[in-house]
Structures are given as C-alpha cells and as structure tokens.
C-alpha cells in the first residue's frame, strides 16, 4: 500500500483545511486507517482513526468536535476535515493504514505516507 498525503498548507486560528491520503496498491478498504501528527520536539501523536467500511471512528480529545475523518473506498482515499484549527494544531500530518482495530500507536501501524505540513498561526 502506497500512501500519499496533500491538502496542507498556512491557516489562520479558527480556519479550515482538509487534508487527503490517496491509496495505491491493493485492498484500501481492509485497513483501518489513521490520521497522526508530529512536531520537531514531539514524538508521533495519534489524531483519529476509521474503520474500514468508515461506520467506527475515534479522536483524540484535543481534537473531538472539531476534527472528522472519513474515507471513500471506491476512491481508495482518506480524508481529515479540520475545523476551528488552533496553533497547538501545527504539525506535519501523516495517514497510516494498519490492520489492528484499536491501534492508536505509531508502531500499531503497518504503512505511512510522506506527510503534508500544516501551519496555523494567529
């Protein structure tokens, strides 16, 4: 499985982005996938992960409300909707597909993208 992150870019406090992992390779729809962010002086933080048929998702606290993920399996892509964006959001973003359903830690996950940067600022 091939992964391939885009949609980041510069927000203000309170904007929107959303960003999309596009898949390649064999059976999208088999994987739990998720959304993780890291900073220079953090290790890799779970953000939210969907099951494969899309119907069982979970966020980490700080981003509930504010943050849905969802996926098109007919599109073989992810996609992480962000609303309300705050500083303490700024981060390079990775989706990871793995095939543990309560996986929310980095080394539960089998395959990664390159990343795709984003920066609110206020």
């Known amino acids: 499985v091939q992964l391939v992150e885009s949609g980041g870019g510069s927000v203000q406090t309170g904007g929107s982005l959303r960003l999309s992992c596009a898949s390649s390779?064999?059976?999208?729809?088999?994987?739990?996938m998720a959304w993780f962010r890291q900073t220079p002086w953090s290790n890799r933080e779970f953000v939210a992960r969907?099951?494969?048929?899309?119907?069982?998702?979970y966020y980490q606290d700080s981003v509930k409300g504010r943050f849905t993920i969802s996926r098109d399996n007919y599109k073989d892509t992810l996609y992480l909707q962000m609303n309300n964006l705050r500083s303490e959001d700024t981060a390079v973003y990775y989706c990871a597909a793995g095939e543990f359903s309560i996986a929310t830690r980095a080394e539960e996950f089998d395959y990664w993208g390159q990343g795709t940067l984003v920066t609110v600022s206020s």
């Open positions: 969907i099951g494969p048929g899309g119907y069982s998702t």
């Open positions: 390779g064999s059976s999208f729809g088999n994987y739990i």
